[in-house]
């Protein structure tokens, strides 16, 4: 058999096991922090919506609420 021989300008595949050059580590660092705000914001947003809508719904408790079709004879 004969043995392939590779191109020296020919580009190959990256390994699981290659260090990653540290351009790519900064992108991956920065797509993580990005990523982890997001979330942080959107369960901030949640939490807030849920606490705020206790008290707004405790609120409405209070008040005798009647609907005008429940005033017809």
Same mark, same amino acid.
């Given at each position: 058999?004969?043995? +392939?021989?590779? /191109?020296? @300008? &020919?580009?190959?595949? *990256?390994? @699981?096991? !290659?260090? *990653?050059?540290?351009?790519? +580590?900064? %992108?991956? %660092?920065?797509?993580? *922090? #990005?990523?982890?705000l997001w979330v942080a914001l959107l369960l901030s947003i949640i939490a807030y919506a849920v #606490? &705020?809508? &206790? !008290?707004?719904? !405790?609120? =409405? /408790?209070? =008040?005798? =609420?009647? !609907?005008?079709? $429940?005033? $017809?004879?």
């Amino acid at each position: 058999m004969r043995q +392939q021989t590779r /191109d020296p @300008g &020919e580009r190959t595949a *990256a390994t @699981g096991n !290659a260090p *990653a050059d540290k351009r790519t +580590q900064y %992108w991956r %660092w920065l797509d993580n *922090a #990005v990523t982890g705000l997001w979330v942080a914001l959107l369960l901030s947003i949640i939490a807030y919506a849920v #606490v &705020e809508g &206790e !008290a707004v719904l !405790a609120r =409405l /408790d209070g =008040l005798d =609420l009647v !609907a005008t079709y $429940s005033l $017809s004879p």
